[in-house]
């Protein structure tokens, strides 16, 4: 059986029965984290599965501290439906199936391991060591080896310094892992002996006309020119850089960090795709720069609490996008407008092929037992 849309393609195996599948990734404010949640969801269920996204916050499962600040949240949103951490939810109630089991570090379901007969840890920094929010659950240590497997998961930094002898030890316990950066396949070659295969961050798996469906116009949006679309997470050292270029072309620019527009999930994959060129310190606003065809400028991180260059190093040396990242000196300009979509269209077909077999092998492999 076939599923085909315009810019993906699944060849839907029919080696085992429809699985029930719970994901485990980060739960955040951040458009990359819903986005690919969203995407990984929507390749497995294109697989023939049943995917559901295991709760990070307890809510109303947890005890009765747990439902109190639930509700307290709930509230909130309320309130402030029209800002972006509204939009936030409305894209998770929108497009994310969530699991009624929860893995938190307040509460964990009892008898996780029998819930779901295959347990997906991925996408995005599941694995950052420095991450307050991570936590050895993130290895689902509770779930046998068997059921679970981890798919283009990421550790964020190129080394792991601390607690090294127990990382090893939760990582042995996957039965089949794919990691998002080649700097993670060093960890785990490193930590354990083990060869692991570099994939595709799971929204590089879907094209544009699949994230169209998702895709939503900001509330209150007038534009009057065409714009540059800003995304710096880290200090925004090239802010008078970004602003001239803009003005050399006669651009706008929005910038994502300092708008009064609502811009949750949706809205961000829209003013991407919408834009004249992207400016960014964010791996996945690179993404979907690279999907939508648009000019793209990466910059380096600056004042990170580490090196979190590994992920732009993969991402560029898969799709000929060495040109396009900048530095304080050096902008490049240059390549930034002349990027061949043909060459990395080329490239992203063969890149899905092979992360499409490696995931829909694993899945044999957990369903086989």
Known sequence: MELRTKNVYFKVSTDWST???AILTIQSVN??????????????????NQAHSL?????????????LRAIKHGLG???????????????????????????SKEYTSPNLNDAYGCYVIGSDQVWNPDFDFNSELEYLPMVSS????????????????ENRERTAE????????????????GIIRELTGRDVPVVLDPTLLLGPSDWEKVSKKPDKLNLRRPYVFKYVLGDDVNDDRIAALAASRGFGVIDAMNSSLAIGPSEFVWLIAHSELV???????????????????????????????????????????????????SFGEDAIFAADWDDVEARLAKLRDASQAWLKSALNGVARG
Request: proline share 1%; with cysteine.
């Open 19 to 21: 699985m029930n599948i």
């Open 31 to 48: 458009y990359g984290n819903r986005l690919q949640n969203y995407a990984l969801q929507t390749v497995l269920n294109g697989l023939g």
């Open 55 to 67: 709760r990070r916050d307890a809510g109303f499962n947890g005890p009765v501290g747990c439902k």
């Open 77 to 103: 949103v309320l309130r402030h439906r029209s800002d972006s951490y509204g939009a936030f939810r409305r894209f998770d109630n929108n497009f994310i199936s969530f699991s009624d089991s929860v893995v």
């Open 146 to 161: 068997g059921k679970k497997l981890a798919y283009a998961a990421s550790f964020g930094v190129s080394e792991i310094v």
């Open 170 to 185: 939760l990582l042995t316990k996957i039965s089949a892992i794919s990691v998002r950066e080649a700097a993670g396949a």
């Open 279 to 329: 400016c960014t310190d964010s791996f996945h606003a690179s993404v979907f720069a690279l999907l939508h065809h648009k000019p793209l400028s990466i910059f380096e991180r600056v004042s990170a609490d580490a090196d979190m260059s590994s992920r732009f190093d993969t991402l560029c040396a898969n799709f000929g996008l060495v040109g396009h990242r900048s530095s304080e000196d």
